[in-house]
């Protein structure tokens, strides 16, 4: 089924959250069981340094946040870290990314599931009704009957539940701004609060305030969630970024805040200093702090952390559905996690298998010691998107971005260290956490290895839309082509190339489909693409030239022509450009420039431009490797064209150098370029010039075509060629083919180094 209903049409997720809905989902999935559940153990590590350790986590959160933001707005799906990590890092890497993710948001849920049965088992001690149960037994009722709840209500629809967790959100914001105001009054009308900051900032050391981030990293944790709800989300490229931002900062404000005033406003028993005291509550600390400083402090804490739990509730059941959704979607989890709701539009069995693994776990689990796993989880993953921004950025310089992590890469490279550090901080210093972590990461790479990925195999669909091989040949000219005009020129030029060899044009056109659809549905626009082959197919025609056709689906447009020239070892590509991109990180645009940077056949890149008959092709040469490739396609065009086309050789010698010796470099030059290629119409001409554009232009006016080789790459860009070619494709009133050989084995390894 795989989102479709039983007669076969499409349904997808329905696009119905706003800013503000989104905003409040990661505000709410923020503040959640963690800050009201963990101050107290966290104060009892950091002491009067908790303020400084949320603000700490506050600086790691947002550089991986900037990751989230940059991601989210080019892939807005469901799925999110886990989608972006399979697309940058492959599909074990992918694969890992969900199972890890998912794990953390089920103990998440479970954590705040078991949260809110505390606190509501206290609310009603407080009330003096006798209870019908022990405690426990009562909390974990409270658990099951607001999973049940939640997990109903998201199954309802997304708006349902962003209205709900909206409503939830505000108030327990305005209690906290409540408890905050009355904390800072107190504090300042006790001249010695003071005292309770400098008596001992680091009684654990700075080793103490670590454990503590890593203790409270969790309540760090939500505003990925904005993410994941990428295919819900109305105008994503804008609204998701800033949905991020938004909760982070409020966020972290509002914890440095409660942090200082739990601290500053809180007066301990006689001989125990306040962070000792916040230690012994241990979970009710939060409550402890309020009742010393507002009236009734403690039930309206205890208000306040119900609701806190509940939206946090709402938001994870949310989240961990659209993961485990995501991942049955690509056939990393069983298919029935992908079914949607025919009529709510919902990811209804995911909702409901993940709440009951919730149920599971907080039944069964020491739930301290797994939520302490899921902050590891969390911390590698976000290590895993950091590096996958950082990918996809090489990889996928094509998407459409609605934000860009500025200074990149520092900040995700920063986000990698720190959020790596933390996680193995963390999993050593709690041994068995670390243990924990590793269990689970072994049984899923077990399960994946074993099943998932078979599985993912048998059913990947077979991305060739078409394909029609006429012959087989030795040599092949492969032809990108994206419209009838560019397939026309194309058409012409590399049926001329493959008569030279006795060879055969490789027609092909590549249907890009986004990630948030399935890439079966790409097969809608066969019959609207079929022309650009059918007219490469008219232009092989006339040179009787046979013509292998193929229309074939690619997340990404480089990758399926790369993936091309592999299947079918062709022996050149030939690329259409239109012009200038006007961006100075892209020459060509993000596909040819991918291409041209680690070419895996030789390329040619034509800048057309109209003419009449091919009487003179020029050719500027330095005797390089490129040059030697253009002289080879300038013969192979002038002997498969009908007039007697010459091929004018060009060698550069710079005004500003010493003359001597300049003849033997310009014949040097011209050996090594047409060393075994003979032609009978080769002229050869030296010309001294100021600039090495400036006289390939100037002769140029006296030509029909420019084949230049690419000059050197420029180091640390994406850009395959030097100024010189630039200029002249730019500048030259006739066509231009720009042609690069194929990367070496070595060369190929060094330049994916260096550039990634």
Request: charge should be neutral; proline fraction near 5%; include cysteine.
């Amino acid at each position: 089924m795989d989102g479709k209903n039983s007669n076969s049409q499409e349904i997808t997720l329905s696009r119905t959250l706003g800013l503000m809905d989104i905003t409040m989902i990661g505000i709410g999935a923020m503040i959640g069981a963690g800050i009201f559940v963990l101050i107290g153990i966290a104060a009892g590590y950091a002491g009067p340094s908790l303020p400084i350790a949320f603000l700490l986590n506050g600086i790691v959160t947002t550089f991986t946040a900037l990751s989230y933001a940059e991601l989210g707005s080019s892939i807005p799906a469901a799925g999110g870290g886990f989608l972006w990590v399979k697309e940058g890092l492959g599909g074990t890497q992918g694969f890992l990314a969900g199972w890890m993710n998912w794990f953390a948001y089920i103990v998440a849920c479970a954590l705040y599931g078991l949260g809110f049965g505390r606190l509501a088992t206290e609310l009603w001690i407080i009330t003096g009704v006798p209870l019908p149960l022990s405690e426990h037994q009562l909390s974990l009722v409270f658990m099951l009957i607001v999973v049940g709840l939640f997990a109903y209500i998201n199954s309802r629809g997304a708006s349902e539940a962003g209205l709900i967790g909206s409503i939830v959100t505000i108030a327990k914001v305005v209690i906290l701004s409540i408890f905050i105001g009355f904390g800072l009054y107190a504090m300042f009308n006790n001249p010695n609060w003071s005292d309770n900051f400098s008596a001992g900032m680091l009684p654990n050391g700075i080793g103490g305030v670590f454990v503590a981030m890593g203790m409270t990293f969790i309540a760090f944790e939500g505003y990925e969630i904005i993410a994941q709800s990428g295919e819900e989300v109305k105008n994503p490229k804008r609204n998701i970024p800033r949905a991020i931002f938004y909760s982070i900062g409020a966020v972290v404000i509002i914890y440095i805040l409660i942090g200082f005033v739990v601290i500053g406003a809180v007066t301990p028993p006689p001989g125990s200093a306040v962070w000792q005291y916040l230690a012994q509550a241990k979970e009710v600390a939060i409550v402890r702090a309020a009742e010393q400083f507002i009236p009734m402090g403690g039930m309206l804490i205890l208000i306040s952390g119900l609701a806190s739990t509940m939206s946090a509730l709402n938001a994870t059941i949310y989240s961990s559905s659209r993961v485990s959704f995501a991942m049955g979607r690509e056939r990393n989890l069983p298919s029935a996690f992908a079914y949607i709701h025919p009529h709510m539009h919902t990811p209804y069995w995911a909702i409901f298998l993940s709440s009951i693994l919730v149920v599971v776990m907080g039944f069964t689990l020491p739930i301290d010691q797994v939520a302490a796993a899921a902050n590891v989880m969390f911390l590698l993953l976000f290590t895993q998107v950091n590096i996958a921004v950082m990918t996809l950025r090489r990889r996928r310089p094509d998407l459409e971005r609605g934000f860009k992590v500025p200074l990149f890469p520092w900040p995700a490279v920063i986000g990698i260290i720190s959020n790596l550090a933390m996680a193995i901080f963390l999993a050593f210093k709690l041994g068995q956490v670390g243990l924990l972590s590793v269990g689970w990461i072994g049984v899923g790479l077990l399960l994946y290895w074993g099943y998932f990925s078979k599985k993912e195999e048998q059913e990947r669909p077979n991305d060739v839309l078409h394909e029609e091989a006429l012959t087989s040949v030795d040599y092949s000219v492969l032809l990108p082509v994206s419209d009838l005009h560019q397939a026309q020129i194309l058409g012409r030029l590399g049926s001329i190339l493959a008569k030279e060899h006795d060879g055969e044009v490789l027609a092909l056109h590549v249907v890009k489909v986004p990630r948030q659809l399935q890439l079966n549905d790409g097969r809608l626009f066969l019959r609207e693409r079929r022309p650009y082959i059918d007219k490469v197919i008219e232009q092989s025609r006339v040179l009787d030239v046979p013509v292998h056709s193929m229309i074939r689906l690619g997340r990404s447009i480089s990758d399926a022509i790369q993936k091309t020239v592999q299947e079918n070892k062709s022996d050149v590509a030939l690329f259409g450009w239109p012009g200038s991109t006007g961006s100075r990180d892209q020459m060509f645009g993000s596909v040819i420039d991918r291409i041209a940077s680690n070419p895996p056949t030789d390329i040619a890149i034509l800048r057309h431009r109209p003419y009449e008959e091919l009487q003179s092709i020029l050719v500027p040469v330095a005797g390089g490797p490129n040059s030697r490739l253009a002289v080879s396609l300038a013969i192979a065009l002038a002997r498969n064209t009908p007039e007697s086309t010459k091929v004018v050789l060009l060698h550069i010698s710079l005004s500003r150098t010493n003359p001597k010796g300049a003849e033997a470099r310009a014949q040097n030059a011209f050996r090594r370029a047409t060393e075994g290629r003979r032609y009978e119409l080769i002229e050869k001409r030296i010309l001294t010039s100021d600039s090495p554009a400036a006289g390939i232009l100037e002769v140029s006016e006296d030509c029909d075509m420019i084949v230049i080789g690419a000059t050197k790459e420029r180091l640390f860009r994406n850009i395959l060629v030097g100024n010189v070619s630039e200029q002249i494709a730019d500048r030259a009133h006739c066509p231009v083919l720009i042609v690069k050989r194929r990367s070496t084995m070595v060369a190929s390894m060094l330049r994916e180094t260096v550039l990634s």
